[in-house]
């Protein structure tokens, strides 16, 4: 896997979503982790809890020949680096046991996780529908006074 590319700010977000279901004391090591799998215009983090599994996705910037593929990092560890980032880019580029991480001058390696011991991911559902975040607040807006207050 070679490069890959996305935007500080949407990764930020994304890994900040996710990691709300990585578990603060994990059975074993590798459930604290969390997975990172980039293709089709996408890079998608999955993180998961004994209950259920958290998936955040972000558009790719670049994903350079054959950065296609997948690699966990510890959840608790990207999400301290991911969120100071600043404005820009990020390139992540997997290693043979670390990721190096670059935002502008700050750049640093994570140590990867064996992705073999990973619980297996579902492909997730299909697409359905999309819709704009103004359109979803006008919706709440709306049917907000109906709902039940007891």
């Given amino acids: 896997m070679d490069t890959i590319t996305v935007d500080a700010g949407e990764l930020a977000a994304a890994v900040k979503y996710a990691s709300r279901w990585v578990p603060g004391r994990p059975a074993a090591p590798i459930n604290g982790g969390m ?4 293709g089709q215009g996408w890079l998608d983090l999955y993180a998961l809890n004994d209950v259920a599994t958290g998936r955040a996705s972000v558009p790719l910037d670049v994903l350079t020949e054959g950065a296609a593929g997948s690699f966990v990092v510890s959840g608790r560890l990207i999400a301290a680096v991911a969120a100071p980032l600043g404005g820009g880019s990020v390139q992540l580029e997997p290693a043979a046991a670390e990721v190096r991480m670059t935002n502008g001058r700050f750049w640093t390696t994570l140590p990867l996780m064996t992705e073999d ?4 991911v579902g492909a997730g559902h ?4 999309k819709f ?4 979803l607040a006008d919706a709440i807006r709306r049917v907000a006074p109906a709902a039940s207050r007891n």
Avoid: I, Q, T
Avoid at 35 to 38: D, E, S, V
Avoid at 132 to 135: E, I
């Fill in 117 to 120: 011991d990973y619980p297996s």
């Fill in 126 to 129: 299909p697409l359905v529908g």
């Fill in 132 to 135: 704009s975040g103004h359109a």
């Fill in 35 to 38: 997975l990172f799998r980039a």
